[in-house]
């Protein structure tokens, strides 16, 4: 069963970098797949944030693209999310899941509150 | 990219059935068989209920039924139980993008 965890600090000051890292067991990352960030604001709706492939190539939400950098460490099986001077409106649970196909999310984690304040 | 319309909430008893819209336009829904249902219960992460607007992963009941026409996808539940309450997103391709709907809260009666 394929399983992912995130992982990263809950408290980011406004202006810095939000790093976040997916742990993914039960499914190698090099098999295929792309693998994607989910964010949820407190009683909004999600927002997709950006997907990759393992072999590094990437697809951004539009919105967050000038911020956003995604990478993946295949020897380690996780991936990554870097998205650069943060505001409070990026204060959010933040999701990864497994893009599949790359049309849907078929497999996520437990999602992780980020909390953008100083 | 907007977000996708939904309706903010829906209800029904047990046993009956709801049907829960998604309103994109030609260049998300519309334009791709690539729509996809979230179930979400408070306080845990989402859960796939159909995928390529009307496929079930292995493990969802049938009760649960995806369909489109045009730029509106709608999500179908049949035999509604109490462990259907919860928030219910659409999602879709978007050519290279993704764009999710705001969300359907789901009242079992």
């Known amino acids: 069963q394929v399983q992912l965890q995130e992982s990263g600090p809950g408290l980011v000051k406004p202006s810095e970098t939000l790093s976040l890292t997916c742990a993914v067991t039960g499914y190698s990352i090099t098999s295929g797949y792309y693998w994607g960030w989910i964010r949820q604001s407190p009683g909004k709706g999600m927002e997709w944030i950006g997907s990759m492939y393992h072999s590094g190539s990437t697809y951004y939400n539009p919105s967050l693209k000038s911020r956003l950098t995604l990478s993946v460490d295949t020897s380690k099986s996780l991936f990554s999310l870097r998205l650069r001077s943060v505001t409070a409106a990026d204060t959010a649970v933040y999701y990864c899941?497994?893009?599949?196909?790359?049309?849907?999310?078929?497999?996520w984690g437990q999602g992780t509150l980020v909390t953008v304040s100083s | 990219q907007s977000a996708l319309t939904q309706p903010r909430s829906v209800s029904g008893s047990p046993g009956q059935s709801v049907t829960i819209s998604c309103t994109g336009t030609s260049s998300d829904v519309g334009g791709y068989n690539y729509v996809s249902w979230y179930q979400q219960h408070p306080g845990k992460a989402p859960e796939l209920m159909i995928y390529?607007?009307?496929k079930r992963p292995s493990g969802v009941p049938d009760r649960f039924s995806g369909s489109k026409s045009g730029n509106t996808a709608s999500l179908t539940i049949s035999g509604l139980q109490a462990e259907d309450e919860a928030e219910y997103y659409c999602?879709?391709?978007?050519?290279?993008?993704?764009?999710f709907g705001g969300g359907t809260k789901l009242t079992v009666l």
């Open positions: 899941a497994r893009d599949n196909e790359p049309y849907y999310f078929d497999f």
């Open positions: 390529d607007v009307s």
């Open positions: 999602c879709s391709y978007a050519g290279s993008q993704k764009v």
